[in-house]
């Protein structure tokens, strides 16, 4: 897993403040995330309709009992990131793009309107797409591996990042043990 240069994550960032400067909040996990993911989803697949070909939660509070930054992350998959026919719609509707990566499976991610959310958008296809998942899913199924996840943010979150990008890349390696894991158990059961 590499990390993100300053220019690189400077150069993504189309929209909102650049700078984060600051400790990354973490809170217990909270029953209402999957209330508000499922608003999200009901919200989103009424503007996208037939656009929206999946929307999971994921990320850390997908994963009960995880402590996690209070922002609801979700996975929306469309044909063709790329061609951004989906982006407008969304903006109409109070969504903000944030970020842009077409260097990066043509990732894009918005903010929501009122509940405070990061919603990833990837191309059908996306290698991306089975990572989220084996991720959270692993999670949820093994206590052990959910606490040193949870042990690991807590300790980096107590560091100042000037991005929050850059707390991401400093979890990498533990997500890359993790994933290991879960993609070994992913292979014995195939």
Same mark, same amino acid.
């Given at each position: 897993?590499?990390? &993100?240069?300053? /220019?690189? *994550?400077?150069?993504?960032? +189309?929209? #909102?403040?650049?700078?984060?400067?600051?400790?990354?909040? $973490?809170?217990?996990?909270?029953?209402?995330?999957?209330?508000?993911?499922?608003?999200?989803?009901?919200?989103?697949?009424?503007?996208?309709?037939?656009?929206? &070909?999946?929307? /999971?939660? *994921?990320?850390?509070?997908? +994963?009960? #009992?995880?402590?996690?930054?209070?922002?609801?992350?979700? $996975?929306?998959?469309?044909?063709?990131?790329?061609?951004?026919?989906?982006?407008?719609?969304?903006?109409?509707?109070?969504?903000?793009?944030?970020?842009?990566?077409?260097?990066? /499976?043509?990732?894009?991610?918005?903010?929501?309107?009122?509940?405070?959310?990061?919603?990833?958008?990837?191309?059908?296809?996306?290698?991306?797409?089975?990572?989220?998942?084996?991720?959270?899913?692993?999670?949820?199924?093994?206590?052990?591996?959910?606490?040193?996840?949870?042990?690991?943010?807590?300790?980096?979150?107590?560091?100042?990042?000037?991005?929050?990008?850059?707390?991401?890349?400093?979890?990498?390696?533990?997500?890359?043990?993790?994933?290991?894991?879960?993609?070994?158990?992913?292979?014995?059961?195939?």
């Amino acid at each position: 897993m590499s990390v &993100l240069s300053d /220019e690189y *994550i400077e150069k993504c960032i +189309v929209s #909102g403040q650049k700078e984060h400067n600051q400790k990354i909040l $973490l809170v217990e996990y909270d029953k209402q995330w999957p209330i508000l993911f499922e608003k999200e989803k009901k919200r989103i697949s009424q503007i996208l309709k037939d656009k929206a &070909l999946m929307i /999971e939660h *994921i990320g850390s509070t997908s +994963v009960a #009992g995880l402590s996690a930054k209070p922002i609801i992350d979700i $996975l929306l998959v469309v044909e063709d990131a790329g061609q951004e026919d989906y982006v407008e719609a969304l903006c109409q509707q109070g969504y903000v793009l944030r970020i842009k990566e077409p260097d990066f /499976e043509n990732h894009h991610m918005f903010k929501g309107p009122d509940t405070d959310i990061n919603l990833h958008v990837f191309s059908k296809g996306s290698k991306e797409i089975d990572k989220y998942l084996i991720f959270r899913n692993y999670l949820r199924a093994h206590p052990e591996a959910r606490m040193l996840y949870e042990e690991t943010k807590k300790k980096l979150a107590q560091k100042k990042w000037k991005y929050v990008q850059n707390y991401a890349d400093a979890k990498s390696e533990v997500v890359a043990k993790i994933m290991d894991q879960a993609l070994e158990e992913a292979k014995k059961n195939n």
